[in-house]
């Protein structure tokens, strides 16, 4: 019983000591000089998998498009098909963007390329048992990655 005593006793004053540590943490942030707290950029919001390649597909990979948006490979495992679809992080004015979806053997690759305002795609590809490479582009700036997301290559097409 005096052992459990002496770790209540202990948890309570280490409790303590944490808790007094995070009241003091507010003060320790309002002495920060004004100009450091103001250098901090306010990050642009990234862009959301919008639904657009339908119903039962989830995304399983993404690449950030620089600060201008993302581009989201999704796959439906119901169809073993992937959809590459490419958007913006603020919708406006239409710029050239482009989804694209692809494997090398035999060697396929379907594109969606054109002056959007909101977002490229989507792309379908049925690539069960091979490894895709897929990419976005708006505005010149280029993501996404190549031979990923391999499926079970045990399949046979």
């Known amino acids: ?8 006793a202990i948890g309570a004053a280490v409790t303590a000591t944490a808790c007094a540590a995070v009241a003091l943490a507010p003060a ?14 306010p990050k642009a919001a990234a862009a ?15 690449a950030q498009i620089g600060t201008k948006g993302t581009v989201f490979l999704t796959y439906n495992s ?3 098909k992937n959809c590459v679809v490419t958007i913006r992080n603020k919708p406006g ?13 035999p ?5 969606d390329t054109g002056y959007f305002t909101t977002y490229a795609g989507p792309v379908y590809l049925d ?6 490479t897929w990419r976005g582009e708006i505005s010149g700036e280029v993501a996404g990655k190549n ?10 097409r």
Do not use: W
């Not at 019983?1 to 209540?8: H, K, P, S, T």
């Not at 320790?28 to 950029?41: I, L």
């Not at 959301?48 to 993404?62: D, E, H, I, K, P």
């Not at 690539?127 to 895709?132: D, S, T």
């Open 48 to 62: 959301q998998y919008n639904g657009v390649c339908g119903s039962g597909y989830a995304v399983v990979n993404s």
């Open 28 to 41: 320790a942030v309002a002495a920060e000089p004004a100009a450091q707290r103001a250098t901090a950029a």
């Open 127 to 132: 690539a069960r048992g091979l490894c895709v």
């Open 78 to 80: 119901a169809t073993g």
């Open 147 to 156: 031979g990923t997301n391999c499926g079970s290559l045990a399949v046979n």
């Open 93 to 105: 004015k239409a710029v050239h963007m482009t989804a694209s979806l692809g494997f090398a053997s």
């Open 107 to 111: 060697t396929t690759t379907v594109t």
């Open 1 to 8: 019983m005096i052992d459990i005593r002496r770790a209540a």
